[in-house]
């Protein structure tokens, strides 16, 4: 009804055909829409990749709830705690005491001492001046047993440098101090989910005798320190890239930024780049690279020219994705973004060629509200992520964020193998997407 | 101590209030905030989202527009989507940056009201009360903008239900349930605010007789009708056997009347014998104390953790503003009737029963969630 009331069929201002499209940013900024699909990680399920922490956010109600509740569902309030802002804190000089007196209170209410405590304020702190510093001082002097992390709720502040992802993904590794280098260690850095094992980069550590250390396989505290002695920092997501930069600022270790790609010599680049780093010879990837192209024909034998759509939070990269599956015969029909990467030129230019009709669809324009559920659509769709899958309304998903683990040639054959997963067989759409955090428990 | 918690939740916040509450109403709501508003809002405090189309956003506020006080910002994007939407009003509500920033909202959304023609009001939201005031207050300010007009009584005895969202009742028939209930008891409904009815069943709420407010976020609409309208009220919710009746009975005498009337507070928790506590907000959980009392016998006490008129709580019924609080009443109680997150701090030797609050919960305990209206109660003490 609403749909029909609205005109919302029209999509001017919501959707592009890539020929006409600009990059970066092919939409214009105005209010926005929230699409109910929850799997990418908030700075809370981040902040729980460090084991015996403890999280205690400052900030008003309407902040707390959001992340006190992602606590709850994912069965960790035990390692969840608060601190409101109240109106006249703001303006009666009491907010750095209260968060001071707040944290020692909740500290020693605890069962058990956490190793570490995150500590997050919010925009209103950072607005109202608050001096963090001052207040983590007084409670590391209070508490020298534990490790206090300075953590940052600030979307207002989401364009004026590092978003709150990229500084929580940051600050995930604050508490390494400099350390004698591990050379026979290698960490995966800024990752929410371990990266797969069959991958060259991990194949490329094992091959190395390097031990791979990863956040996301850190069953305790010390385990999760001993990160910091290790030489080698590798990241491959966008938003993980200033942790490594800050830990080779920081502690002298080295940083390998290898962008997780789609493009098949970037890949290859990037392998040589770390098997030198690694100080082993650069293998022949013939064969890997032969078992990713044979993949994507096996996913493309099953999918045929069912429409193919991508979103954003699947991957970093899905105009890259769209790229590659366009060049090997898929039929992408569009890529779901509100903004793209500097990454992304070269493939934005490539795909412009290859399927110039391609359509860019923003997530977040208002009439994104009524273009859910597939009322666009007719006919069935393949879609990778979440909210591809909820827009064009189809029971046929990848279920994957942040390229899911998946890297390298590997990750291309693997992901090959998810779509034809995806398109034989059918998910509750509405109940699997809207569980917060994918991977991580639910209580839903 | 005050404003911080080890380990329980925190009540949706005034902004959810706000758009719960004009949801289905066919206006569009604009929450100007960064995201974090829109998200916890529509993953948490929404359970129509999924299914139920409507028109809230959030303003994507930044730090620069904050604090060079660039307010033509949003002006420019609420009319442009106003005019891609046609909403029925545009409401205007702000977080606490926008509450640092002075931002003035009533002026904003007169200017818009101006460039697009659309009824627009400002809301005084901060992200820092919780989702009672910003119920009210939206709930007033449409009330009071559309209805307007004095319309004749309807011949039969008829009602408005005022003060439901899913974040007292969820989505689980209850509301359905009241109206059933309404029926039965000898009224038509004329309006539900605001769930199931339109906005422009509302506007026809100054044909109904009485009106029943079943949460505290619609009193001050209820007391906006009866000074508009004469329409008197009354406060409680039909749960259980016995207290529907005592409710039916007063929405009778309140129509004839004239007089208004608290059935949910009428209850005495001064007495020093150890009682059953029920934490929640004050019309239903003073609703659900009647009931137990009359239904199965044990004294009750209200827990009030929110907002409330002191007019809503009966003589020994407390307020408990933090954890420790609720702790401390919950080691004096006999039993505790509560949200499964107030469990953690209810020592082991008081009986816990777990009534989810959506409110409190959001939707992690949607499934448990229970439909008391006009019926047994569950629980045997």
Redesign the interface.
């Known amino acids: 009804m609403?749909?029909k009331?609205?005109?919302?069929d029209?999509m001017t201002?919501a959707e592009v055909a890539i020929r006409d499209a600009e990059f970066p940013v092919p939409f214009v900024?105005?209010?926005?829409?929230?699409a109910?699909a929850?799997g990418p990680w908030n700075i809370v399920h981040t902040g729980m990749l460090i084991p015996e922490s403890h999280q205690v956010f400052a900030?008003?109600?309407?902040?707390?709830?959001?992340v006190?509740?992602t606590a709850?569902?994912m069965i960790a309030?035990?390692r969840?705690?608060?601190?409101?802002?109240?109106?006249n804190?703001?303006f009666d000089g009491s907010l750095e005491r209260?968060i001071v007196?707040?944290t020692a209170?909740?500290i020693r209410?605890?069962p058990k001492k956490p190793r570490a405590i995150l500590l997050f304020i919010?925009?209103?702190h950072l607005?109202?001046g608050c001096d963090f510093e001052v207040m983590l001082d007084e409670l590391r002097a209070m508490f020298p047993d534990i490790d206090f992390i300075d953590c940052y709720?600030n979307?207002?502040?989401?364009?004026?440098g590092l978003t709150p992802d990229q500084l929580m993904r940051r600050q995930l590794y604050a508490p390494f101090m400099p350390c004698p280098a591990d050379k026979n260690a290698v960490n995966l850095i800024g990752n929410d989910r371990p990266t797969d094992e069959s991958s060259e980069l991990v194949w490329l550590i094992r091959a190395a005798g390097r031990e791979l250390r990863d956040i996301t396989l850190c069953r305790t505290y010390d385990e999760y320190m001993r990160m910091a002695k290790s030489a080698l920092n590798i990241t491959y997501l966008p938003t993980a890239a200033a942790s490594g930069d800050a830990l080779e600022k920081r502690l002298g270790r080295r940083h390998l930024y290898l962008p997780l790609s789609y493009d098949l010599d970037e890949i290859e680049r990037n392998l040589a780049r770390f098997a030198n780093a690694l100080g082993i010879d650069t293998p022949d990837w013939t064969d890997a690279k032969r078992n990713a192209l044979r993949a994507l024909e096996q996913a493309k034998d099953v999918i045929g020219d069912t429409p193919v759509e991508i979103d954003y939070t699947a991957t970093p990269r899905p105009v890259g994705l769209a790229a590659l599956l366009a060049e090997y015969g898929f039929r992408v029909k569009r890529v779901y973004t509100d903004a793209m990467i500097e990454e992304e030129r070269p493939s934005f230019e490539r795909l412009r060629e290859l399927a110039p009709d391609l359509l860019l669809t923003a997530t977040?324009n208002?009439?994104m509200?009524?273009a859910g559920k597939g009322v666009h659509e007719s006919g069935d769709v393949l879609a990778i992520g979440q909210k591809a899958a909820y827009f064009s309304g189809t029971k046929h998903f990848v279920n994957i964020v942040s390229g899911g683990g998946m890297y390298g040639f590997d990750g291309i054959a693997r992901l090959a193998q998810r779509m034809i997963e995806a398109a034989t067989h059918e998910q509750d759409t509405?109940a699997v997407i809207?569980h917060?955090g994918l991977g991580c428990r639910s209580?839903? | 101590m005050k404003q911080t918690a080890r380990i329980i939740s925190i009540h949706a916040a005034d902004t959810s209030g706000v758009c719960s509450m004009l949801y289905e109403l066919g206006g569009m709501v604009v929450v100007h905030d960064a995201s974090g508003c829109n998200s916890t809002y529509s993953t948490h405090d929404e359970p129509r989202w999924y299914r139920q189309d409507s028109m809230i956003y959030i303003s994507a506020l930044t730090e620069a527009d904050a604090i060079l006080g660039n307010d033509e910002k949003l002006i420019g994007d609420v009319v442009s989507a106003a005019k891609d939407l046609s909403p029925r009003f545009i409401a205007l509500c702000g977080a606490p940056v926008p509450l640092l920033a002075g931002t003035d909202f009533p002026a904003i959304a007169a200017e818009v009201e101006s460039r697009t023609g659309i009824p627009a009001f400002g809301l005084h939201t901060s992200g820092m009360r919780s989702y009672l005031a910003g119920a009210s207050e939206a709930l007033k300010a449409v009330v009071s903008r559309f209805c307007t007009d004095a319309l004749p009584r309807t011949d039969a005895p008829s009602a408005n239900i005022i003060g439901a969202t899913p974040l007292d009742f969820s989505i689980n028939g209850t509301v359905e349930s009241m109206i059933d209930w309404l029926n039965r008891s000898g009224f038509e409904l004329v309006s539900c605010m605001a769930m199931g009815s339109t906005l422009d069943d509302i506007r026809r709420a100054s044909a109904a007789h009485v009106n029943l407010v079943v949460s505290s976020c619609g009193l001050a609409t209820a007391e906006l009708l009866l000074e508009r309208f004469g329409t008197p009220w009354v406060a409680g919710v039909p749960v259980g056997k016995k207290f529907p009746a005592v409710l039916a009975s007063a929405l009778k005498t309140a129509a004839k009347t004239g007089e208004c009337a608290l059935p949910c507070a009428e209850r005495d928790a001064s007495s020093p014998v150890k009682k059953l506590a029920i934490p929640g907000e004050t019309i239903f959980s003073g609703s659900l104390a009647a009931a137990i009392e009359s239904d199965l016998g044990a004294p009750c006490r209200v827990l009030c953790p929110l907002e409330a008129e002191d007019r809503l709580l009966a003589p020994g019924d407390i307020r408990i503003f933090d954890e420790d609080a609720a702790a401390e009443a919950f080691a004096a109680s006999s039993v505790v009737i509560a949200d499964p997150m107030y469990a953690p701090v209810c020592p082991p030797d008081v009986p816990f029963h777990r009534l989810p609050h959506e409110a409190f919960s959001g939707r992690c305990y949607r499934k448990e969630s229970l439909n008391l209206i006009d019926r047994p109660l569950p629980w045997r003490f």
Do not use: H
Not at chain 1, 59 to 66: H, K, Y
């Open positions: 609403l749909k009331l609205n005109g919302a029209d201002g900024s105005g209010l926005e829409y929230n109910p929850r900030c008003a109600q309407g902040c707390l709830r959001g006190i509740l709850a569902e309030m035990d969840m705690s608060w601190i409101s802002v109240d109106k804190d703001l209260n007196d707040g209170e909740i209410k605890l919010s925009c209103v607005f109202a709720m979307p207002t502040m989401r364009k004026s977040v208002v009439k509200r009524f509405e809207q917060k209580c839903l």
